[in-house]
């Protein structure tokens, strides 16, 4: 060994460089272990602020609902009966009770979609390691580890998931999904977790919920479904579309399968309830149920009336914007109370679909639609009056959207569809429907409530929901009926005016020059009419007189005051003359006319044409409460009065051939130039019914009795059913209403023996009156005038003669009437000589007498120059007369409906 001092020096050296490299070497580890824990630390520290930041930002459940807010809307029946569901695509459920969910329905879910659903917190540890295993060793992470807890917060608080873009943000809302479900299973049952989820569930076909699923694939009560029918509904939610038993059965078939088979080995059912399940026929009930959801799917003209009604009355009653009220009523799981009446509405509906109610010749309108796509991608729509106008302008000028039988009328849209494609276009829609001509609508109210019961939009098979709807939509001209509203209400309510006031029916014009026609022109004018007999016989130019009298503008107020909502107020449109005669702007609506009379028929009480009586929400709570809100319109004796005249335009006026029987009826017709329109609007105790009959395109109707009665024919037919088990009754009879005898030329008291011996009958009849306004003077235009039965002139002391009762026509009387036919001889006869005097003495008595009987009528014969007798010459017989309305002429606003009307 050498121990030598340089040796020694050196080793010590060495020891000491080895000493100093361990030292600087620990230092380094420990650098780096203390860097390690730095970062462990700051990592831990971030972590725990990530988690924490998760944590915080998480929705807060304390007080948030996590079942589903989304429902449908039910309208139901007056006894309570679902009749209508209405929904948005995302919101066709009903929500429903564990309890009312079968447990089959329940395991069969919990089996293919969580099988620890019952076991764990929230979050399934042995589903998460085994999807992270099976991902690892096949490359694909698809296999799900959601827990039905996680699935119900993903529906109905992450809401947006769909949207996501990145891992980042998925990584966010599974780690606050997961936490959330563990805090969700802390405050809630597995039952209640498990009923919402049942409710939320994507079911396919427009379906969420077991509810909705239920009745849609089997139409029944989920309570009511077997274990095979569990089955389907467990099989589809993985996904909706490729699992839909309609569309995709083989697929869920062997979806169901698997959810079978789960069943088994998680010990819910016997492998014998399985092959029980197999073995049945499910497909089939599911395909038949399918196609009869198709054919009722289409709403009828009442719901479309209904929910026009529901959305107008939510904005503006509860305050809602348009899209609040939508979402409202087709997500917000409202319950809507129908007012409609079943047997009623059917009555209307097989009385609407009767041919024998129609003209025998029934005609086909068209109605169009085509949206085609060009080559450059531009999507282009054609309409019915793109239709229209191609033919009218391509040589044929008088087309009009009426064919005599539906192939033609094919052809015709078949023929234009090929004038609009061109080389490379695709047809995206086309639609043709066929509509039977000429149409019709119907209303019926309860007057005492203004609920309406039934109404009919139009005839035909109604091929789509929230159509045209003739009787709430469709803007027709009145004609006479609008006499009632918009003159003799107002006449006898304020203007001092009677039944039995008076008017010439003579030669009369508009302001304008242009002449008032009635639509009986082919007689002469009636003379002196009193506004009953104006109403009974619906003649126009009483009507337009009595209007100018009182003031267009008190006859416009009073028409809105009925709720006549589409008059312009305007001299140069409605408030003017022909206001009268119903000749205005844009027509009125059925629905608002058959509320009209039914004011009337309600004692002068209007009340709104309701469709529901209540809006609650899913709560229950009241929403709307629709009960009837009356206001008077007029007077209860002004609307027995006008109720009485009408009663004769029934009995022996212009609706002669309607008919209850026993029952008390009355009403008014209404037709417009060349019967473009046809309406018959009246009223029984019970009910108001309003019929309106035309063609879609207000083409006139052909001439013939059917042609121009149908609308009578319709309303005859659809009350006599209604009526047929309901007690007679008579209109009640106010306490101030008395009776007295007056001169119908005169309208004042009438004269025993002079009135009443009219040459064309006696003109006394008994009339009502409210007390206090009944007529005290004595008629002044009968006279008894002593007139030579040789000559008939006025008689001289030398003349055989006889009494004759003549008319004086009023000063300033115009033109000829039938009056100036019984005007007083206005020449004295010259006299007779001694020897024609002894000549009758001796040998004419005979003669004499005879002339006697020939030339001096008695009461209620007619005179020797007029053809029959009868308190009404020419008179309608048992079919009435139709057309009364002939007397406004276009351009005064009685023709076509929307057509300008020129200033008066």
Request: aromatic share 8%.
């Amino acid at each position: 060994m050498n121990y030598g001092r340089e040796n020694l020096s050196k080793k010590k050296k060495d020891m000491t460089g080895s000493k100093v490299g361990k030292k600087v070497g620990l230092t380094v580890v420990k650098a780096v272990l203390i860097c390690l824990l730095v970062l462990i630390v700051a990592g831990g520290c971030a972590g725990y602020g990530i988690v924490k930041g998760l944590i915080d930002s998480a929705p807060d459940i304390s007080n948030m609902n996590v079942a589903p807010t989304a429902s449908a809307t039910y309208i139901y029946d007056q006894t309570g009966n679902p009749i209508q569901k209405l929904t948005e695509p995302t919101s066709n459920r009903t929500l429903v009770k564990i309890a009312d969910i079968p447990l089959d329905l329940q395991h069969a879910v919990v089996a293919i979609e969580d099988e620890r659903f019952y076991q764990h917190n929230g979050i399934d540890i042995r589903g998460i390691i085994r999807a992270g295993l099976i991902g690892v060793t096949s490359g694909h992470f698809s296999e799900g580890a959601s827990t039905i807890t996680q699935q119900l917060l993903k529906n109905n608080v992450f809401t947006d998931w769909v949207t996501e873009t990145n891992l980042i943000e998925k990584f966010k809302r599974k780690f606050q999904e997961q936490y959330l479900a563990v805090k969700l299973e802390e405050s809630m049952t597995k039952e209640q977790i498990l009923e919402d989820y049942l409710n939320t569930i994507n079911l396919g076909a427009g379906a969420y919920g077991v509810q909705a699923a239920a009745h849609r694939y089997f139409n029944k009560d989920v309570s009511e479904l077997t274990l095979s029918e569990s089955t389907v509904l467990a099989g589809i939610s993985q996904n909706p579309t490729a699992y839909n038993p309609i569309l995709y059965p083989s697929n869920n078939a062997d979806r169901r399968k698997v959810v079978l088979e789960k069943m088994v080995e998680q010990e819910y059912i016997t492998q014998e309830q399985m092959d029980e399940a197999l073995a049945d026929d499910v497909y089939s009930r599911i395909q038949k149920t399918d196609s009869e959801t198709e054919q009722t799917s289409v709403y009828t003209y009442y719901v479309d009336a209904l929910i026009d009604q529901v959305m107008d009355d939510l904005q503006t009653e509860l305050g809602y914007s348009y899209l609040q009220a939508y979402k409202a009523l087709y997500s917000g799981g409202l319950k809507v109370y129908s007012a409609q009446d079943d047997a009623i509405q059917q009555i209307c509906d097989e009385e609407f679909a009767n041919p024998a109610n129609y003209p025998s010749f029934v005609q086909t309108g068209l109605d169009y639609a085509l949206s085609i796509q060009q080559k450059d991608g531009e999507v282009l729509s054609y309409d019915t009056n793109d239709l229209l106008t191609y033919f009218q302008e391509n040589g044929e000028p008088d087309f009009n959207l009426l064919f005599d039988d539906d192939d033609t009328a094919r052809a015709y849209a078949q023929q234009y569809k090929q004038s609009v494609l061109k080389s490379g276009d695709t047809v995206l829609t086309e639609r043709v429907s066929l509509i039977p001509q000429p149409q019709a609508s119907v209303v019926i109210m309860d007057q005492s409530t203004g609920f309406v019961k039934a109404i009919v939009g139009g005839r035909g098979r109604k091929e789509a929901s929230l159509t045209l709807n003739r009787a709430t939509s469709t803007r027709r001209q009145p004609g006479s009926t609008f006499k009632i509203v918009s003159t003799y209400a107002p006449a006898i309510d304020s203007a001092g005016m009677t039944l039995a006031t008076v008017f010439d029916d003579e030669p009369y014009a508009y302001t304008t020059g242009v002449e008032v026609k009635n639509w009986d022109s082919y007689n002469q004018y009636k003379g002196m009419t009193t506004i009953r007999d104006a109403i009974t016989n619906s003649v126009n130019v009483v009507a337009v007189k009595c209007l100018t009298q009182i003031t267009p503008r008190l006859g416009f107020d009073y028409a809105e005051k009925f709720g006549i909502s589409t008059l312009y107020d305007d001299v140069n449109l409605d408030v003017r003359q022909p206001l009268a005669l119903g000749g205005i702007t844009d027509g009125v609506v059925n629905k608002e006319l058959t509320a009209a009379f039914a004011t009337i028929a309600n004692k002068g009480q209007y009340n709104k044409p309701k469709f529901y009586t209540k809006i609650e929400d899913v709560d229950g709570n009241t929403l709307i409460d629709n009960s009837p809100v009356s206001t008077t319109v007029i007077k209860d004796t002004t609307a027995f009065l006008l109720t009485s005249a009408m009663q004769d335009v029934v009995t022996r006026g212009t609706a002669s051939g309607i008919n209850l029987g026993e029952m008390a009826v009355a009403g008014k017709t209404g037709t417009t130039d060349d019967y473009r329109n046809i309406w018959f609007v009246g009223y029984t105790p019970y009910y108001t019914c309003g019929i309106w009959g035309g063609y879609d395109n207000n083409d006139e109707l052909p001439e013939g009795d059917i042609y121009h009665t149908y609308s009578k024919v319709l309303w005859n037919s659809i009350m006599t059913r209604i009526h047929a088990e309901l007690p007679a009754m008579q209109f009640e009879v106010p306490a101030n209403i008395v009776k007295t005898t007056v001169c119908r030329k005169s309208g004042k008291l009438a004269i025993p023996g002079v009135c009443s011996n009219d040459p064309r009958g006696s003109q006394a009849y008994e009339e009502y009156f409210v007390s206090g306004t009944e007529p005290t003077e004595s008629c002044d235009l009968h006279v008894a005038v002593s007139v030579c039965s040789k000559t008939g002139l006025l008689a001289t002391s030398t003349c055989p003669s006889f009494n004759k009762i003549c008319i004086k026509r009023p000063a300033g009387s115009e033109g000829t009437t039938e009056d100036s036919n019984y005007a007083p001889p206005y020449q004295t006869c010259p006299g007779h000589t001694v020897i024609e005097q002894i000549d009758d003495l001796l040998g004419g008595d005979k003669e004499k007498e005879s002339e006697s009987e020939t030339e001096a009528p008695q009461e209620g014969e007619a005179p020797p120059d007029q053809n029959g007798g009868g308190e009404n010459p020419g008179d309608p017989g048992e079919n009435g007369q139709n057309g009364e309305d002939g007397g406004v002429p276009p351009e005064n606003g009685g023709g076509d409906a929307g057509q300008e009307v020129p200033q008066q």
